[in-house]
């Protein structure tokens, strides 16, 4: 299914969607500019990322170029090391801790995507993403009944143990409590650390094709657990973990 097709099927998943598939033109368009731009130097991916951010977001460039001089300045390199661009310290007026991780995180996805890696990385040691530092609330539930964790941010996806919780390693299956929405994806509530995490089964992939889409897909299932006073971790492909 496209992303048209399911805003028609529930409008009222239009906004999140439609923003979902801002990020994918929007990296998707990076990762062809990449290729096909002459480039004197590689830091000029920054101008190509930043020019496409505010492009699709409809955001001054003006207004964004700080980020540049400030990346700059700071000596990082977004390229070799995205990670340090998604965790860069970044203190802006009239904008909230909130709207700057937002923004970090969208921003440095496409340098995720410029690497090009596309290793399975296991999930098992810190439960968190090993390749990029993020928490992840969603996961695959393989045929063969494994569970595969997957990062928003860079898309690795790596094995975590079936039953347990990524936050705090609660692996009593007494202590997890299942939810499920009409469509089977389920929520697992950690009852030790108030965590959940999103999972689905690889039979229901196949009809979206897409993890970062079933994750949209069933966000009034986040509405119904946080409700619950559940934390979600990590955040979802449009950088939001707080849904209200
Ligand atoms: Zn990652
Ligand atoms: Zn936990």
Sequence with gaps: MNIQEIIKEKPYLQSPLEFYERIRNFTDECKRQKKTIQLDSDMELIDIVLKNFSMTFQIPYESILFLKEEILKSGINPIKEPTTLWSFPLHTEGLSKEEIERILFIISKPFFVFLNKNEMESFMETGKCPVCGIDSSLAMISINNEKIMICPL????????????????????????????????????????????????ETHFIKYKDPFLIDIVSLPLDIVVQKRGYIRRGPNIIGIKMIN
């Design 154 to 201: 860079c898309e690795n996806m790596g094995s975590f143990f079936r039953i347990g919780c990524p936050y705090c390693f609660n692996k009593d299956s007494t202590k997890i409590e299942i939810l499920l929405d009409e469509e089977e994806v389920r929520a697992e509530l950690c009852l030790e650390c108030n965590t959940y995490i999103k999972s689905f089964r």
